[in-house]
């Protein structure tokens, strides 16, 4: 039985999870206010607010999994992507601290993590786990991407955004809209209250399986900037009609190419993964693929958007191969 502390700090959320090989004994977020009146994240703030975070959120972590640090078997970190500023704070103290307790230190790449929080399991809710092959729409706040897993680790991206990713889209919108970053949850709110057709928007024609969203963004960008000129109210009479609408399209454009994909290769087991993946309009239009012999995995809300549990899982698979990093590692902002 081996203890593996995650630590994740590549955006704007710092976490610490600490997991039972792959039982899941905590796993503490702390969001960062301070970006919501910008309207996106801004670095220096976000790598300060990692700094004042990091300490109280390992020492919760611990503390609900109710173990001591001594008990730790290896440190998993997110070394990139992500913000550089960010990451520095996280891949410094998972050093410190494998360092000073004289354990293994593990990194773990963002984008294989959320792919691989599938995996984790928990007790109290407990779920199959995918079988290889199979095939993930990964979709977050800065990728977009459609991945073939053959192994914990061989992972094959088989389509990408070529611009925007999906959780960009959403944020674009809502910031379009007026509301506060991040906007996707935002969107997703409101649309459950309206019509998904009462707007159209141009669709994105990009080869194979890759993905555009800035056309999108464009096409809703001038709709509501030609509307307002007609009606400065617009927006707030036709709040969930406009939500309900770009989310319908952002999702259609996702299940095309996902669609697509399967055909493709003829793997029926797809999961979803990342911070859109607690998108209600992805969630049902993936379920309903069941119709037609799909096997779905949905992830749990607390493993979509970032967080440092699925950081400890992609860590135990490594600490099994014992494919430990030693301390001279730095971290990548992009991910090559
Ligand atoms: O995976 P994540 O937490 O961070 C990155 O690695 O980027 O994803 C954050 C993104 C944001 O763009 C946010 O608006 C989006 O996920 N998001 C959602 C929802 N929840 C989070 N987008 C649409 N619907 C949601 N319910
Ligand atoms: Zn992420």
């Known amino acids: 039985m081996n203890y593996i502390l995650g630590i994740e700090s590549s955006c704007d959320d710092t976490s610490a999870a600490v997991l039972r090989d792959t039982t899941i004994c905590s796993n503490v977020i702390a969001n960062q206010a301070v970006h919501t009146s910008f309207g996106g994240v801004v670095p220096e703030l976000a790598s300060r607010a990692h700094q004042q975070n990091i300490i109280p959120v390992v020492e919760t972590a611990l503390r609900k999994a109710g173990i001591t640090k001594e008990q730790l078997s290896a440190i998993a ?16 103290f998972a050093k410190s601290f494998a360092y000073a307790l ?10 294989e993590a959320h792919v691989l929080a599938h995996f984790i399991v928990d007790e109290e809710k407990l779920k199959d786990i995918p079988h290889f092959p199979f095939l993930c729409l990964t979709v977050s706040g800065g990728h977009t991407q459609i991945v073939k897993l053959s192994d914990h680790f061989s992972m094959q991206i088989i389509g990408r955004t070529i611009d925007d990713a999906a959780g960009e889209a959403f944020d674009k919108a809502a910031k379009i809209l007026g509301l506060p970053y991040p906007g996707g949850p935002l969107i997703d709110k409101y649309a459950k209250e309206g019509n998904p057709k009462a707007f159209k928007f141009s669709k994105p024609n990009i080869q194979a399986l890759d993905y555009s969203f800035s056309g999108l963004k464009t096409s809703f960008l001038y709709l509501v900037r030609d509307h307002l000129k007609q009606d400065p109210d617009f927006i707030e009479k036709n709040l ?21 994909a399967v055909k493709q290769t003829g793997i029926k087991e797809v999961a979803i993964a990342g911070g859109v993946s607690a998108n209600s309009g992805l969630r049902n239009a993936i379920l309903e693929q069941q119709n037609n012999g799909w096997k779905v995995f949905i992830p749990d809300f607390q493993f979509t958007t970032d967080n440092a549990a699925m950081i400890a899982v992609a860590g135990y698979f490594k600490f099994l191969k014992k494919d430990f990093a030693d301390l001279t590692v730095a971290p990548y902002s992009r991910q090559g």
Do not use: W, Y
């Open 77 to 92: 970190f997110t070394r990139g992507p992500g913000l550089l500023g960010s990451l520095l704070v996280g891949t410094s």
């Open 102 to 111: 004289n354990i293994p230190l593990i990194e773990v790449n963002h984008m």
């Open 240 to 260: 969930a009609d406009l939500c309900a609408s770009i989310q319908h399209a952002i999702v259609e454009t996702l299940m095309k190419k996902l669609i697509m």
